[in-house]
């Protein structure tokens, strides 16, 4: 048997009000106890639940006391006895202990303690008990000598008093016949009264170890005594359990109660935050649409700029295409002009020729004036035709002057005009350059456009389906909201019920 040390002789007493619970499993560990039970063992309830009931006995308990209780309560019957307790710290306290069977389905679960404090007389003589049966072990007292022959034994006795006192024997006689006949008829009326008694609480709990426990009368009257406590313990803990569960369903009530105001709280502030998310996806919904206007506007006006770009396209192409006729154009000229100038040399060179052979005709026109005159008047003729060529080649030489001026002129205005066709060719080149350049930008802008467009159309297309979405999450959260003030109205009919 277990035996929990150390302990003292101090005794803790707890209110008659007061009621320990506990339960245990089959093999009695304890699965539920009481704030009373906490508190006046000293242990607390994380120390209790899982552990062996028997951590609290205390060892003057003697072992005979718990196989009675134990034979009784596997029979399937409550048990009924004194019990001295020890607390955590070694001191004690002494219950009027009722344990009961827990049946579910017909079938044991577990068992269940209900003590309450005990009158002191009840304390002292089961103390002294448990000291004898320790020391001795369990005797139990046989029926009692008083009973109906006692009473007769009395009336003989009155009889003999009164013929030793000089009474009339025929009064001595009467008395003894009236007093033998009522002791019959008193003793017959006890057995059957004592036999009902026995048969009403045939149920109950009436070992002799708990009737000697109980009381100071015979064994018989005790176990009918111990019988008829047994009943009211029974009812007491009925009730007692009554209390417990009621106690429990307030506690449990009022943390639903408390529970349910906290929803209601949290439901107003989920409303409130409904109301708000509402309000906001509203104005979201409101502001999406107004994106998606947006998005169509610079849809369309992408589409207006890419077909904008296309026309630049194809003026720059057209451009383009200008500008390389006009470069051939000027090629073509540039080359005119340079065969010009190469034929402006050439007549430059003849007219150089010109005037070699003008400057040679006035020299020899000289030389036959000079030879006309040598000749006299035989020369004359051929002095006026020599001075007819000087004269001649006078106006050569000085058409030669104008021609090589004007060949130098022209000279000048063919290489000023070659070196004109040759910048304007490069400015051909560059511009056509820079129209491919531009036609090639325009291609990439249109591009550009063109993605720029697709990707409007595509936006908003998703800002409607977003649209589309915000609307039925607008509605889903109005049903929310309207869902939590249903759900709020029904936990304020609960907390109201609860109340």
């Known amino acids: 048997m277990r035996r929990n040390l150390p302990v003292t002789d101090n005794e803790v007493q707890f209110p008659a009000g007061k009621k320990l619970i506990s339960s245990t499993d089959l093999q009695g560990n304890i699965l539920h106890c009481n704030d009373a039970f906490e508190q006046i063992s000293g242990y607390t309830r994380e120390e209790l639940i899982g552990q062996p009931h028997n951590l609290i006995r205390h060892p003057d308990m ?14 399937g019957s409550p048990w009924m006895g004194l019990v001295k307790n020890r607390c955590k710290n070694g001191d004690h306290y002494w219950v009027n202990a009722y344990v009961t069977p827990v049946t579910e389905g017909g079938k044991v679960i577990g068992y269940e303690s209900v003590r309450t404090c005990p009158e002191r007389k009840d304390v002292e003589r089961a103390e002294a008990l448990y000291i004898k049966i320790r020391e001795k072990g369990v005797k139990y007292p046989g029926p009692s000598i008083f009973n109906e022959w006692v009473v007769l034994a009395l009336f003989v006795i009155a009889a003999v008093i009164a013929l030793v006192l000089s009474q009339p024997l025929v009064t001595a006689g009467l008395m003894l016949v009236g007093g033998t006949a009522a002791t019959l008829i008193s003793s017959r009326k006890r057995h059957h009264w004592m036999g009902e008694i026995d048969r009403l609480l045939d149920d109950s709990f009436k070992h002799p170890l708990a009737a000697i426990s109980y009381t100071d009368d015979d064994l018989e009257l005790g176990k009918i005594k111990v019988g008829i406590l047994s009943m009211k313990s029974h009812l007491d803990t009925v009730l007692t359990r009554i209390e417990d569960e009621a106690s429990r369903v307030s506690e449990q009530s009022q943390i639903g109660l408390d529970n349910s105001n906290a929803a209601t709280q949290e439901m107003r502030k989920q409303q409130a935050e409904t109301d708000q998310v509402a309000a906001a996806m509203h104005e979201m919904a409101t502001t999406i649409n107004e994106v998606s206007r947006n998005v ?15 026309e630049g396209k194809n003026v720059a192409v057209t451009t383009r295409r200008s500008i390389e006729v006009l470069k051939d154009t000027v090629g ?24 070699q052979i003008a400057d040679q005709t006035n020299l020899l026109a000289l030389n036959a004036a000079i030879e006309a005159a040598r000749a006299g008047e035989h020369g004359r003729g051929f002095a006026v035709v020599a001075d007819e060529v000087r004269e001649l080649a006078k106006r050569t030489q000085d058409s030669t002057k104008d021609i090589h001026k004007i060949i130098n002129e022209l000279t000048d ?21 820079q129209v491919v350049e531009t036609e090639d930008k325009l291609n990439s802008i249109s591009e550009s456009v063109s993605s720029i467009a697709n990707m409007a159309i595509q936006m ?19 049903n929310i909201s309207e869902l939590a003030n249903n759900s709020m109205a029904k936990a304020g009919d609960s907390s109201d019920s609860i109340l």
């Open 62 to 75: 003697p072992p005979e006391a718990f196989q009675v209780m134990w034979d009784t309560l596997k029979s």
């Open 296 to 310: 169509q506007e610079t849809a369309e006006r992408s589409e207006h700029a890419n077909e904008m770009a296309m």
């Open 332 to 355: 073509g000229i540039s080359g005119s002009v340079e065969e010009l100038s190469s034929e402006i040399t050439r007549i430059a060179k003849a007219a150089e020729i010109i005037e």
């Open 413 to 433: 205005r063919a290489q000023r005009s070659v070196t004109v066709a040759l910048e304007g060719h490069k400015d051909a080149e560059r511009g056509l350059q």
């Open 460 to 478: 908003a297309a998703a800002v409607e389906e977003q649209a589309h979405v915000s609307e039925e999450i607008n509605r889903q959260v109005v």
